[in-house]
Nanobody, 124 residues
């Protein structure tokens, strides 16, 4: 099982930046891909960005393209998400997730290992 722990959340004003980090531990042998997801109050969880583990190919949702960057730091064993030009409607709990099922990479139900989540609040 892969263990994930998020850090770096907090409050920022509209247009500001935050960097989220997810510490990865446990059995990563079959880790197919990693992703960042978010869930706003009253809404469904949605993918923000994902990273295919074997070649670091990234995926971004249309709403964050050009503003967010997902990356893997092998030395620190973390998955990071740099968020720029944040918007008020991006206030949500952000989750790090790992897929060890070996298929898919951008759907919520394809991921079977989740962190506890971390709050990001963007105020105008």
């Amino acid at each position: 099982q892969v263990h994930l722990e998020e850090s770096g959340g907090g409050s920022v004003q509209t247009g500001g930046s935050l960097r989220l980090s997810c510490r990865i531990s446990g059995d990563t042998t079959n880790m197919h891909c990693l992703g960042w997801f978010r869930q706003a109050p009253g809404k469904e969880r949605e993918v923000v960005a994902a990273l295919y583990n074997f070649d670091s190919r990234p995926y971004y949702s249309d709403s964050v393209k050009g503003r967010f960057t997902i990356s893997r730091d092998s030395a620190r064993n973390t998955l990071d998400l740099q968020m720029e030009n944040l918007r008020a409607n991006e206030t949500a709990m952000y989750y790090c997730a790992a897929n060890t099922r070996g298929y898919g990479w951008v759907q919520v139900d394809e991921y079977n290992n989740w962190g506890q989540g971390i709050q990001v609040t963007v105020s105008s």
